[in-house]
């Protein structure tokens, strides 16, 4: 998605070490990781409703007719 070489990765670290401070780094890491798992754990389950969905729909139809 997005490549970085060294020099721009030591960038951008040096300035998120300057804006936070060293204390308040780890939770920002920490807290931008469980956003981040929250999201993937978010956008995976709704395909998987959407198939849930889909199953549930193709298997009343039938019954419907009845």
Same mark, same amino acid.
């Given at each position: 998605?997005? $490549?970085?070489? =060294? $020099? ?5 670290? &040096?300035?998120?070490?300057? &804006?936070?401070?060293? /204390? %308040?780094?780890?939770? &920002? /890491? %920490?807290?931008? /990781?469980? $956003?981040? *798992?929250?999201?993937? %754990?978010? =956008? $995976? /389950?709704?395909? *998987?409703?959407?198939?849930?969905? =889909?199953?549930? =729909? ?9």
């Amino acid at each position: 998605m997005f $490549s970085f070489n =060294t $020099s721009e990765l030591i960038l951008i670290l &040096v300035i998120a070490l300057v &804006v936070f401070g060293p /204390g %308040k780094l780890p939770e &920002v /890491g %920490k807290a931008l /990781g469980r $956003s981040m *798992q929250e999201f993937r %754990k978010a =956008t $995976s /389950g709704e395909a *998987q409703e959407k198939e849930k969905i =889909t199953e549930i =729909t193709a298997e009343k139809k039938p019954e419907e007719k009845k």
